[in-house]
C-alpha cells in the first residue's frame, strides 16, 4: 500500500500510536508523519495522551493561533468517563473489566470521519479534515489526589475510544516512556511507532517498550532519531531489527527546539517514505484489535483468580 492507494476504500481505518522514551523525539515525529498523512485526504483525529501538552501546543498554535490560556480549555479526555458510559449505553454499577470483556459485534463503535457524538464532543477542529483530541494536564486535580483509584483509569475511554474507532486516521502520542504500554493504551492500535534516538540509553528503554506491545500483540515498527554519532548499541540494535526500522532521521541543529509545523518543508522529504513503509505493514482489521483486548482482559481475570488462590505470604 502507498501513500496514493490507501485512501482508495473511504471507510477504513488506521490508528498509528507513538511511543518512546522522553525527549526520543516522539511528537516531532508524530507531527512529520500527521503532516505526511495529510496527503491521503481522509479525516484524522489526533489524540494527545501525553501530559505535557507539546502536540496539542504546537498544532493549535499553528492552526488556530492558540496561546497557553486558550489551551486550558480544550475538553479533556481524562473527564470523559460520564459520557464514554452513556455512548455505550453502560448503567453506571457496569465496572471497565465487565465493558472490556464485550464482543465485537455487541460493542459499539466510535467514528471519526462524521463524528459521534461522544467523539464530537471530546475533539476541536483544526480545519475540516483534521481534529484534536487531547488528554489533560499532569496539574493536581483534587479528586484524582484523594481517590482510591488509580489514576490511569481515566484514561479508559481513550483506550477503549481508540480500539473502537472507524472510518479514519488516528494519531496518538502516547508520552514518555512505557508506562502507558502497561496499561495497555495502544491495545487498539494497528501499527506502534517506537521512536529510538540513536543512544545506548534509549535503545535500552525500547526494548522494554517493545517487550510489552509484543506481549500485548501489537504490531511494533521503529523510527531512529537524532542519529549523530556511532554507538555499538545502536549498530547492534539496527542489525537485529532491520526489517522493522522504518526510517533513520539525523540530528537536524537547523530545527531542534522549533514548531515542527513551522519547518516544516525542511522535513517533509524524510517523512513520505517513513509513512509508505509503515503502511506497507500489514494492518489488523478492527475485530482483531479488539480482539486483543479482549485476550487482555482474560488474562487479567485469570491473573487475579491465580492471586486470589493464592495467599499473600512474605517467606517463600
Ligand atoms: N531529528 C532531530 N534533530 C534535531 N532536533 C530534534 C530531532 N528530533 C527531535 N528534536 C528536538 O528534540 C526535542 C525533543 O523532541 P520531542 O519533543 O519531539 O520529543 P518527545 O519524545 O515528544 O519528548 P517528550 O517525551 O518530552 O514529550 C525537541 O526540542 C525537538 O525539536
Ligand atoms: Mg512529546
Redesign the pocket.
Known amino acids: 500500500m502507498t501513500i496514493n492507494t490507501i485512501n482508495a476504500s473511504s471507510d477504513c481505518e488506521l490508528v498509528i500510536a507513538l511511543m ?1 522514551k ?8 508524530s507531527l512529520g508523519l500527521i503532516q505526511a498523512l495529510r496527503k491521503l485526504d481522509k479525516a484524522m483525529i489526533v489524540a494527545d495522551a ?1 501530559t ?1 501538552r ?1 502536540l496539542s501546543r504546537y498544532l493549535t498554535a499553528h492552526y488556530l493561533a492558540y496561546g497557553e490560556e486558550e489551551l486550558k480549555q480544550l475538553p479533556l479526555m481524562t473527564q470523559a468517563e460520564k459520557d464514554f458510559y452513556e455512548f455505550q449505553q453502560l448503567d453506571s454499577e457496569k465496572t471497565y473489566r465487565e465493558f472490556y470483556g464485550t464482543p465485537f459485534n455487541q460493542v459499539k463503535k466510535f467514528s471519526v470521519e462524521t463524528p459521534d457524538f461522544f467523539t464530537q464532543k471530546y475533539i476541536t477542529n483544526l480545519d475540516e479534515k483534521l481534529a484534536l483530541m487531547s488528554v489533560g494536564t499532569s496539574a493536581m486535580r483534587i479528586e484524582e489526589l484523594y481517590s482510591t483509584r488509580c489514576s490511569h483509569a481515566t484514561l479508559n475511554p481513550l483506550k477503549a475510544w481508540l480500539a473502537l474507532s472507524t472510518n479514519g486516521i488516528v494519531v496518538l ?1 502516547c ?2 516512556g512505557e508506562d502507558s504500554g502497561r496499561f495497555g493504551l495502544p491495545i487498539g492500535a494497528n501499527v506502534v511507532v517506537v ?1 529510538v534516538e540513536a543512544t545506548p540509553d534509549a535503545i535500552a528503554i525500547s526494548e522494554d517498550i517493545r517487550a510489552i506491545d509484543e506481549e500485548l500483540g501489537i504490531p511494533v515498527v521503529y523510527v531512529l ?2 542519529c549523530l554519532n556511532q554507538f555499538p548499541e545502536v549498530e547492534a540494535f539496527e542489525a537485529e531489527h532491520q526489517d522493522t526500522i522504518v526510517g533513520k ?5 537547523t ?4 514548531n ?1 509545523l513551522e519547518v516544516f518543508e525542511e522535513i517533509e522529504p524524510i517523512f513520505t517514505p517513513i509513512l509508505e513503509k509503515i503502511l506497507a505493514q500489514k494492518l489488523s482489521t478492527p475485530q482483531q484489535r479488539w480482539q486483543r483486548v479482549l485476550r487482555w482482559q482474560e488474562r487479567l481475570q485469570q491473573q487475579r483468580e491465580t492471586s486470589k488462590s493464592q495467599p499473600f505470604s512474605f517467606i517463600s
Open positions: 518512546g522522553g525527549g526520543t523525539g516522539k511528537t516531532f515525529t501525553d505535557n507539546s502520542d508520552g514518555g521512536v532519531n537524532k532521521i539525523p540530528f537536524m541543529p530545527i531542534y527546539g522549533k515542527p
